[in-house]
């Protein structure tokens, strides 16, 4: 009996993988697995790569559609396969600094540091003047615990940052920096020379870091109810665990770090920060 239901279930599985698309049963592909053993996978395409895919077939050598198909993957947390992408459009055009920045940016995703910063150094090297590559380039260095160069990296950003938003996260990772390497009086600096005046629209988890930095809200404050995606809570929980940690509560700074790494908003740069500060600890 028992064989006759086990042989009816095997039936049903295999007739409903049959009658699903192939597209759909690879929609999700594994991207990084973290120390704890976890797998994270990639979202579901909802039509933007298939389009980038299709627009880049008509011109496989089109650098400018290889960045578009990247960036289309990158959305939908396909990490890995935007590497790839990238890693395509340099062996079209060896010396373009944006295929270094945004494969240097994938490299950090899924936890490939020393890649990482392989190729944002050279893309660097290639263009001092572009913001995402200092930018990137300090997330790196910060990560694997240069403090003192991912603060040499951030300094560069506030000058060249595109927009507010932008400038209120280089100054927070130029503060978190230049606070964890010893250099308290800088920090202090960077925030003073940040005006109020600025002109948010997407950047409300540095904002809000940066009001906790300057004393203008406690810790407790931070995150809020309307803080719910995973992205969101993973950056403002590591913001908050690194303040401990600088002002010396190492066990607090742990809850929150765990905290970040708990939200699954695996690509977030404080959740990836919160990896390795819990490995530190």
């Known amino acids: 009996m028992m064989h006759t239901i086990r042989?009816?279930?095997?039936?049903?599985?295999?007739?409903?993988?049959?009658?699903?698309?192939?597209?759909?049963l690879a929609a999700q592909t594994p991207q990084y697995t973290s120390p704890a053993g976890i797998t994270y996978y990639s979202q579901r395409d909802t039509g933007a790569v298939a389009?980038?895919?299709s627009a880049l077939a008509t011109d496989p050598r089109?650098?400018?559609?290889?960045?578009?198909?990247?960036?289309?993957?990158?959305?939908?947390?396909?990490?890995?396969?935007?590497?790839?992408?990238?890693?395509?459009?340099?062996?079209i055009a060896p010396d373009h600094p944006l295929l270094y920045?945004?494969?240097?940016?994938?490299?950090?995703?899924v936890r490939r540091l020393d890649s990482a910063l392989a190729d944002l150094g050279h893309g660097n090297r290639l263009d001092a003047t572009n913001y995402d590559i200092w930018y990137h380039l300090g997330v790196a260095r910060y990560v694997i615990g240069d403090f003192a160069g991912a603060a040499d990296a951030f300094a560069h950003c506030p000058r060249l940052a595109p927009n507010d938003n932008e400038l209120a996260g280089a100054t927070d990772w130029l503060w978190m920096s230049l606070r964890r390497a010893g250099r308290a009086r800088e920090a202090q600096m960077a925030l003073g020379a940040l005006r109020d005046s600025l002109?948010?629209?997407?950047?409300?988890?540095?904002?809000?870091?940066?009001?906790?930095?300057?004393?203008?809200?406690?810790?407790e404050a931070v995150l809020t109810p309307a803080d719910t995606s995973d992205i969101q809570v993973a950056t403002l929980s590591y913001?908050?665990?690194?303040?401990?940690?600088?002002?010396?509560?190492?066990?607090?700074?742990?809850?929150?770090?765990?905290?970040?790494?708990?939200?699954?908003?695996?690509?977030?740069?404080?959740?990836?920060?919160?990896?390795?500060?819990?490995?530190?600890?």
Do not use: K
């Open 101 to 109: 920045r945004y494969r240097g940016h994938r490299y950090i995703s």
């Open 7 to 24: 042989n009816r279930c095997c039936a049903l599985i295999a007739a409903a993988l049959a009658a699903t698309p192939p597209t759909v």
């Open 199 to 219: 002109r948010i629209t997407s950047a409300t988890a540095y904002m809000q870091r940066l009001r906790l930095y300057r004393g203008l809200i406690g810790p």
């Open 239 to 281: 913001g908050v665990g690194n303040w401990y940690l600088v002002n010396g509560d190492t066990v607090r700074a742990g809850e929150w770090f765990r905290r970040a790494v708990a939200s699954g908003g695996w690509p977030a740069f404080g959740f990836i920060a919160a990896e390795a500060e819990l490995r530190r600890l």
């Open 62 to 91: 089109n650098v400018d559609r290889i960045l578009q198909l990247g960036l289309a993957q990158a959305a939908v947390r396909q990490y890995r396969e935007a590497i790839g992408t990238y890693t395509r459009g340099l062996a």
């Open 51 to 53: 389009r980038a895919e």
